[in-house]
């Protein structure tokens, strides 16, 4: 899948949202240890300065509240006829 950071107009294509979750990790300013850790990070940041709510608890929850909040996108991978 395809997953783009609308405001920041940047994409990865991952097999996972834990995979796409590693990579907004290892993209952000701060270390963060896990994903769990980037996660109530990030979410403390976004209730702090911009008042949007982010659940942490679950990298589903995370990835559905981004795309709830017009944060994130995700487009199938699939192309012509669903080959690739």
Do not use: C, P
């Amino acid at each position: 899948m395809k997953y783009t950071l609308i405001k920041r107009n940047k994409s990865l294509r991952a097999e996972s949202h834990s995979h796409f979750i590693s990579w907004m990790r290892k993209m952000d300013l701060q270390q963060w240890d896990s994903n769990e850790e980037f996660m109530e990070g990030y979410s403390y940041r976004k209730k702090t300065f911009e008042k949007i709510e982010i659940r942490y608890e679950k990298e589903d929850f995370f990835v559905e509240d981004l795309q709830k909040n017009n944060l994130l996108k995700i487009e199938s991978s699939k192309g012509f006829l669903g080959l690739f």
